[in-house]
Structure formats: C-alpha cells, structure tokens
C-alpha cells in the first residue's frame, strides 16, 4: 500500500472522514468546533483592532491568538497528513485559505515589529489576513455550492455584462467631460469616468456634481440607468439558481 493510498481502517484514513467529511457525527462535530473557532477567533481580531479595548485586553487578546493559531496550525497539519492527495490540496483555493488561517498570525506573534523593522502597514496587513478564517466556512456550507455552481454557470453573461458596464461609463464619463469641463470639477476623462461609475451605480458620493442643465439632464438619465443595470446580474444568477435547482 503506497503512500496516497493509504489502508482503509488507518489512522490516516479515519482522520480524513473526520475532517473532509460530515456525515459522520465525529466530522459534523468537527466543523462545528472549528465554524465556532474561526467566529470566534474573527471577532477577536476585530475587536483587538479598537484601541481602547487593545489597552486592556490587549495580553489577553494576543494569548487567545496563540492559542488559535496553534489549533488552526493543528487542523491544517493534519489536513495535509491525512490528504492522499496532498498536492492537490495545498494548492486549492481552500488550501490556501486554510493556510492564510495561520501563517499570517505565526509571522505576527514570532516578528515583532521593533525587533525586526516590520513597518506598521505591514503588521496591520497580517492582522488583517486573518480575516481570511471567515473563507473556511464557505467549505461547510451546502447552499455555497449551488452558489458557485450558479456563478459558474452564468460567468460569460456576466464578463459580457461586466465590459458592456466598462464601455457604458467611458463614453458617458467622457461624454460628461466635455458637456461639464474642467471649470465644473470634471478635471479629466478618468476623473469624469469615475464620477459616472459613482453615478451609475446609484452610490453618490457628491464629491463631482454637475453644474449646467445638459449636464444634470445627463446625471439624471445615468442614475435611473443605474437601478436596470444593477437588476441585470441579478437576473443572471436567478436564472441559474432556478436551471439548478430543476436539474437537481
């Protein structure tokens, strides 16, 4: 018996249905020791961002942190033990995820930033890395599935829709350009661009508004084509959602 294939009734093998399975009471309890851990351990890290929680729980905080991390190390070296095909797991989008579940806070805890001229961006990107726990729970989760089944299936309509939107906001940014100009605040065509995407998708920061009648007969045309082309998607992925569920 080889490596990749390892004896039914082994350690390896029970340990695999225990982790990558769920029909098992052992492996439904299994996900849902570690659905509570990255939970919990996400809020964590939230709040030990908010620094007057960070004054006095601070030791605390970085304690849980150690603790998670070695249980997250645990899960993901064990993943790797009991994978017969470890390859293919590792570099998964789920193995990767799995990964980023650890490493980022193991540099964190074993780098301080004084000692090792780590700058504070960079710390605050590993901190915020380990946000990337809450991805694990997309694994345990049925209905995610049928989502990315639905996305899959409907991708092209969605590229296609996606560069029609791009082709839309640069003749009608460029288009706003030239009606409004520089003197109104449209000081460029990208800027122009990025005033119809906030238009366009009914966000409005206000930031860029139009100044002459043309121009706001423009925004007001641009804003009402926002709400049917924010349905479009939509429709996209119900549909897929619906061919799904008649295939099933």
Same mark, same amino acid.
């Given at each position: 018996?080889?490596?990749?294939?390892?004896?039914?009734?082994?350690?390896?093998?029970?340990?695999?249905?225990?982790?990558?399975?769920?029909?098992?009471?052992?492996?439904?309890?299994?996900?849902?020791?570690? #659905?509570?851990? @990255?939970?919990?351990?996400?809020?964590?890290?939230?709040?030990?961002?908010?620094?007057?929680?960070?004054?006095?729980?601070?030791?605390?905080?970085?304690?849980?942190?150690?603790?998670?991390?070695?249980?997250?190390?645990?899960?993901?070296?064990?993943?790797?033990?009991?994978?017969?095909?470890?390859?293919?797991?590792?570099?998964?989008?789920?193995?990767?995820?799995?990964?980023?579940?650890?490493?980022?806070?193991? #540099?964190?805890?074993?780098?301080?930033? &004084?000692?090792?001229?780590?700058?504070?961006?960079?710390?605050?990107?590993?901190?915020?890395?380990?946000?990337?726990?809450?991805?694990?729970?997309?694994?345990? #989760?049925?209905?995610?599935?049928?989502?990315?089944?639905?996305?899959?299936?409907?991708?092209?309509?969605?590229?296609?829709?996606?560069?029609?939107?791009?082709?839309?906001?640069?003749?009608?940014?460029?288009?706003?350009?030239?009606?409004?100009? &520089?003197?109104?605040?449209?000081?460029?065509? &990208?800027?122009?661009?990025?005033?119809?995407?906030?238009?366009?998708?009914?966000?409005?920061?206000?930031?860029?508004?139009?100044?002459?009648?043309?121009?706001?007969?423009?925004?007001?045309?641009?804003?009402?084509?926002?709400?049917? @082309?924010?349905?479009?998607?939509?429709?996209?992925?119900?549909?897929?959602?619906?061919?799904?569920?008649?295939?099933?």
């Amino acid at each position: 018996m080889n490596a990749a294939s390892p004896a039914p009734n082994s350690a390896r093998t029970r340990t695999h249905e225990i982790i990558f399975g769920s029909d098992t009471r052992a492996g439904k309890a299994f996900d849902l020791v570690l #659905i509570l851990s @990255i939970l919990i351990s996400t809020l964590l890290n939230a709040l030990d961002t908010v620094e007057s929680l960070n004054l006095s729980y601070g030791p605390y905080f970085r304690t849980l942190e150690w603790v998670f991390t070695v249980l997250f190390f645990i899960e993901y070296a064990l993943r790797v033990w009991s994978c017969p095909k470890r390859g293919a797991y590792v570099f998964s989008f789920f193995g990767l995820v799995d990964l980023i579940g650890w490493l980022p806070s193991l #540099i964190g805890l074993l780098l301080p930033g &004084p000692a090792f001229l780590i700058t504070l961006r960079t710390v605050r990107i590993i901190r915020v890395l380990r946000i990337f726990r809450i991805l694990k729970m997309m694994a345990y #989760i049925q209905e995610a599935e049928v989502l990315a089944r639905a996305l899959r299936a409907g991708s092209r309509k969605i590229a296609v829709f996606l560069f029609a939107v791009v082709t839309l906001v640069i003749l009608l940014g460029s288009l706003m350009y030239l009606i409004e100009g &520089p003197e109104n605040g449209f000081t460029s065509i &990208p800027v122009s661009v990025y005033w119809a995407v906030v238009t366009l998708t009914t966000v409005g920061y206000g930031d860029i508004s139009p100044q002459t009648p043309p121009g706001q007969f423009l925004a007001s045309a641009i804003m009402i084509l926002g709400y049917a @082309i924010i349905a479009v998607p939509t429709g996209i992925v119900s549909a897929e959602f619906i061919r799904d569920d008649q295939n099933n």
